[in-house]
């Protein structure tokens, strides 16, 4: 089955506290989007305002490769809003767990009531709905299951099943998905991850295996609290364990880098895929098996992301293979004396400065020397 992926960094990672992005920012990350090779762009909430209602207008005018969609309260009003705005398609959202639907002192009965309404309003706007299942990896899984039904009775073409407080574990979302889609074998899922415990790009991973075909997530994870499913490192599984090149990888890191610049916030240099520092080696081990055969420690190609390939950094776990190769590369081949003498000075000089050694660093010691 080949995955279909949502992106919504314009939508639910926007929610992330502080974060705006101007329509400039939005057409331009839009873009990159559509040159990157998405199936699907969820491109905001037209109830915010009339600029967002303008923004996704726009977007879903160019004419990108990928579908469109909007997200909307169960509401009669915003849907009609929304269908004004050309996009493919909707996404209405409602609880389905006790605790948020006792929370918006409403019930069961309500909700089910709400489902019917605004579905089949939708279904006379829209050829696609998708119905958003809020909340439900804390749902009751029998309510859950009506709630399925009856979206699926009123013409929903999708379900998205939202782990909305990100509280699953990898073993738990195959157990929910295997029997949702045991259940409801013609219904197309989509599962959409929060990352509070830290696992929701291995959920999303989880739930394509376990039966679900669409994934939704965000650039950079981006999101509220602790993010979201993080698109390029579905991208990267999909990539390297499935093989599938449907999705142009190389603009990934053009892109993570402008949503970083353009939310203010700063990508950890441990980043996967990129990160400054996660194509770089230090480990006197890995450099010397890295020499022989990059694979031995380094299955990832920096270039199928856009990123170079940094090599090796100097410092107190370096050994004389990764020096050797410095200077060699430099045209300068050195013996076994003064190989040992430079190391040693590298490993005293980085413990002492508490940071690798730079290039510079290492021709004003062999000067030295």
């Not at 998205?160 to 295997?178: K, M, N, Q, W, Y």
């Not at 090599?311 to 776990?317: A, L, P, Q, S, T």
Request: hydrophobic share 35%; charged share 25%.
């Amino acid at each position: 089955m080949k995955p279909y992926l949502i992106d919504t960094t314009l939508r639910d990672g926007e929610q992330a506290p502080g974060v705006v992005f101007s329509k400039r920012e939005k057409m331009k990350i839009a873009l990159f989007l559509n040159e990157l090779g998405v199936d699907e762009v969820e491109i905001g909430t037209p109830a915010i305002s009339y600029d967002e209602r303008a923004i996704i207008k726009a977007i879903a005018s160019e004419g990108y490769a990928y579908k469109t969609s909007s997200w909307c309260r169960a509401n009669l009003k915003d849907i009609k809003e929304a269908s004004r705005l050309g996009t493919t398609s909707i996404n209405i959202s409602l609880p389905v767990s006790d605790i948020q639907i006792k929370t918006l002192g409403k019930s069961r009965d309500w909700v089910l009531s709400e489902l019917k309404k605004n579905t089949e309003f939708a279904s006379n706007y829209f050829s696609h709905v998708t119905v958003g299942a809020q909340d439900a990896t804390r749902a009751n899984i029998n309510f859950l299951k009506q709630y399925i039904y009856f979206s699926q009775e009123c013409g929903a073409t999708r379900v998205r099943i939202a782990d909305t407080v990100g509280i699953s574990s990898p073993l738990e979302i195959h157990e929910l998905f295997s029997n949702l889609t045991g259940s409801f074998p013609t219904m197309e899922f989509e599962f959409h991850g929060h990352n509070d415990l830290g696992m929701a790009t291995a959920n999303a991973v989880t739930a394509y295996k376990s039966g679900a075909k669409c994934l939704s997530a965000t650039v950079n994870g981006l999101g509220e609290r602790a993010g979201n499913s993080v698109l390029e490192e579905l991208i990267a599984y999909f990539f390297y364990k499935e093989k599938n090149t449907h999705y142009k990888s190389k603009i990934i890191s053009t892109l993570c880098n402008y949503v970083a610049d353009n939310s203010k916030l700063k990508l950890a240099t441990n980043k996967p895929l990129i990160g400054k520092k996660v194509h770089t080696h230090e480990s006197g081990i890995h450099t010397s098996a890295i020499l022989k055969n990059k694979k031995s420690y380094q299955f990832i190609n920096p270039e199928d992301f856009g990123q170079d390939n940094d090599g090796f950094c100097f410092g107190k776990h370096s050994g004389k293979a990764s020096i050797n190769h410095f200077f060699k590369t430099r045209n300068l081949f050195l013996d076994e004396h003064r190989a040992q003498q430079i190391l040693s000075l590298v490993k005293e000089n980085s413990c002492s400065w508490k940071r690798p050694l730079t290039e510079l660093d290492l021709m004003q010691i062999y000067h030295s020397c």
